[in-house]
């Protein structure tokens, strides 16, 4: 159960970060993800070093109760060997006993009965006129020897009483084990939670780590594709620059003030869709009308038939034509115009270019569609300058 809870989230982490590479494509973009999965594995970091150190102490916890077990166990040990020696001296002081008792009877039977060589010699030693003094002596002869039993049971009884108190001993050490055999069990269950906890850390670790390295190749692959569209643009530029030097009357470089028909040309960028001026949706924060979430609108939509013409807003260097729904974007193009400035042209029907083309201010790039996260056939234009979006109103 908690393995698929975990499996669950690694999942979902995975496509949360997977789902940004369709939507940011700059190496700018691709940094900061890496940066945030960075951030990320060292918050894990930091919460692994903390559950390390509760681990070790609980480790510290099991080890010392182990020792009192031993300890406690040894103890039970000795009383055990105790016990044992007592049981003994006690069965040889009954043996004793038995014996003495054995005897008495012998010498007082005797004593009646004149069966006993013993107490029978002792008797008729002194001739028949002697009997009754020797039968007195006999007497005090078995006196002696009552005497004597008498003793021998009070050693056994304090042996028995020692034995007793050994016992008592005994069992309450059995007692203080159990109860540390308890603790020992649940310092155990806390180590196992702890590890059970390290182990899940870790995982997460990895698997933003393994993310950042992904992200930065990407990063790295991306800023080498950058920096060769910059190349290509700047090299068509000078190309450019020079043909309008050998070619006197013509305007100037197509970036920055041609003669156009299609759209206004107050700002930077020609209008991207020819046939409408239609926005549906402008540049800023807003609730996305499909995830429902409050997220920045990083472009403006412009709102226009099925199949409509979309053209570049300037020359430049095709850096990305992806078909696909690319994070939301369905079908789109970036164009790279040189100083790390892009626009991407989104939720297309149709591309026309594709990566490493250059193409010209005003070049039908892409026909209007609805793939990707829409609701409508509209494009949705974006101004980005080092990989910040922009309002594309302040560029058009
Ligand atoms: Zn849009």
């Known amino acids: 159960m908690k393995k ?31 940066d945030q999965a960075q951030e990320n594995a060292n918050k894990e970091k930091e919460k692994l ?29 000795e009383l055990t060997d105790k016990i044992s020696k007592l049981d003994e001296s006690i069965a040889a002081k009954q043996k004793d006993l038995d014996e003495k008792e054995v005897l008495l009877d012998e ?16 008797l008729l030693s002194g001739g028949i006129v002697n009997f009754v003094s020797n039968y007195d002596m006999i007497k005090q002869i078995a006196e002696y020897d009552n005497n004597l039993i008498n003793e021998v049971k009070e050693v056994k009884a304090s042996l028995e009483s020692e034995k007793n108190k050994v016992q008592e001993a005994k069992v309450e050490k ?18 196992n939670a702890l590890t059970d906890e390290q182990k899940e850390i870790q ?23 950058e920096a060769a ?17 050998t070619t006197p009357g013509s305007s100037k ?36 009308p499909i995830y429902g979430t409050k997220k920045l609108h990083a472009g403006v939509d412009i709102g226009a038939a099925g199949g409509a013409n979309i053209v570049a807003a300037d020359s430049g260097t095709v850096i990305l034509s992806s078909w696909g729904y690319n994070g939301g974007y369905g079908n789109y193009i970036i164009i790279s115009h040189g100083n790390g400035v892009t626009t991407r042209y989104a939720h297309c029907s149709n591309l026309y270019v594709k990566v490493g083309d250059t193409v010209s201010r005003g070049q039908v790039i892409a026909a209007v569609g609805s793939t990707g996260a829409s609701t409508g056939n509209h494009c949705h234009f974006e101004v980005r300058i080092n990989g910040e979006s922009k309002q594309p109103l302040n560029y058009l």
């Open 229 to 245: 569209a910059a190349k290509a643009a700047a090299a068509k530029a000078a190309a450019a620059a020079n043909q309008n030097k």
């Open 4 to 34: 698929k809870i975990i499996s669950t989230m690694v999942i979902l982490t995975l496509f949360l970060v997977n789902a940004y590479p369709a939507l940011a494509v700059t190496s700018q973009e691709y940094k900061q993800q890496a």
């Open 49 to 77: 070093e903390e559950v390390e150190g509760q681990l070790d102490s609980a480790l510290q916890e099991v080890a010392n109760v182990s020792d009192s077990i031993d300890k406690v166990e040894e103890e039970i040990g």
């Open 203 to 225: 995982n997460k670790i990895d698997e933003y780590d393994s993310q950042m390295n992904a992200l930065k190749k990407k990063e790295k692959e991306q800023a080498a594709k």
């Open 174 to 191: 059995e007692k203080k084990s159990t109860e540390l055999k308890s603790l020992k069990n649940e310092k155990q269950q806390k180590v």
């Open 253 to 288: 470089a197509p970036s920055s003030k041609p003669s156009n028909t299609t759209g206004s040309s107050n700002g930077r960028f020609l209008w991207p869709v020819p046939s409408s001026r239609n926005i549906t949706s402008p540049y800023g924060y807003r609730i996305h």
């Open 107 to 122: 010498r007082l039977s005797a004593a009646y009965m004149k069966g006993s060589n013993t107490y029978l010699d002792a």
